[in-house]
Antibody, heavy 131, light 108 residues
């Protein structure tokens, strides 16, 4: 059974930092790309960041580039998201999500990219940015 | 960035009804389109990928169609457990991938 368990959320001040973790089990973690998707209170879903199975390729939405860092430790089956320079608009439930495969070479776009299709999700961890 | 627009934003229907939700992309995305279901307080559930392929374990009353810019999610006979919010998501090209704003399906 695939399980994803996020932790690390909480209250942070504007400009502050947090590190989210996602412990994975039930599948060969290193064989799959992983993403973080967030949902502000009462709002829709927003993809935030993705990382390839090896950790060597990362992607971010523009609004978090330079502030958030995605990483993974395949020896610990754990995905991370380091949040820095936090803003009120970063307040959201953050979900980790398993992709349906690892990154692949897209011949049309001439780049390695994840499938961005999320077949399993964690329960989410709430990040609140407020003074 | 590619914008995804869902309609309607909300929908009231009864058990047994046939329901269709529409998703439109701001540019052609071929069949790079997924659908998710989300219930209050829960994580999204993966329903359909590549516009029309049913994810394993998803009931056959769910179906998807479309290509290019216009897509639909159809529930052939609504069941009580289907009342939820539905999101489309494109996976076309370079990031960012984006979701539609959601369609809330409520009991009439």
């Amino acid at each position: 059974e695939v399980l994803l368990l996020e932790s690390g959320g909480g209250l942070a001040q504007p400009g502050g930092s947090l590190r989210l973790s996602c412990a994975a089990s039930g599948f060969t973690f290193s064989s799959y790309a992983m993403s973080w998707v967030r949902q502000a209170p009462g709002k829709g879903l927003e993809w935030v960041s993705a990382v390839s199975g090896s950790g060597g390729s990362t992607h971010y939405v523009d609004s978090v580039k330079g502030r958030f860092t995605i990483s993974r430790d395949n020896s610990k089956n754990t995905l991370y998201l380091q949040l820095s320079s936090l803003r009120a608009e970063d307040t959201a439930v953050y979900y980790c999500a398993k992709d349906i495969g690892d990154s692949y070479y897209d011949h049309v776009w001439r780049t390695y990219r994840p499938y961005f299709s999320f077949d399993f999700w964690g329960q989410g961890t709430l990040v609140t940015v407020s003074s | 960035d590619i914008q995804m627009t869902q309609s309607p934003a909300s929908l009231s229907a009864s058990v047994g009804d046939r329901v269709t939700i529409t998703c439109r992309a701001s540019q052609s995305i071929s069949s790079y389109l997924n659908w998710y279901q989300q219930k209050p307080g829960k994580a999204p559930k993966f329903l359909i990928y590549a516009a029309s392929s049913l994810q394993s374990g998803v009931p056959s009353r769910f179906s998807g169609s479309g290509s290019g810019t216009d897509f639909t999610l159809t529930i052939s006979s609504l069941q009580p457990e289907d009342f939820a919010t539905y999101y489309c998501q494109h996976t076309y090209g370079a990031p960012p991938i984006t979701f539609g704003q959601g369609t809330r399906l409520e009991i009439k």
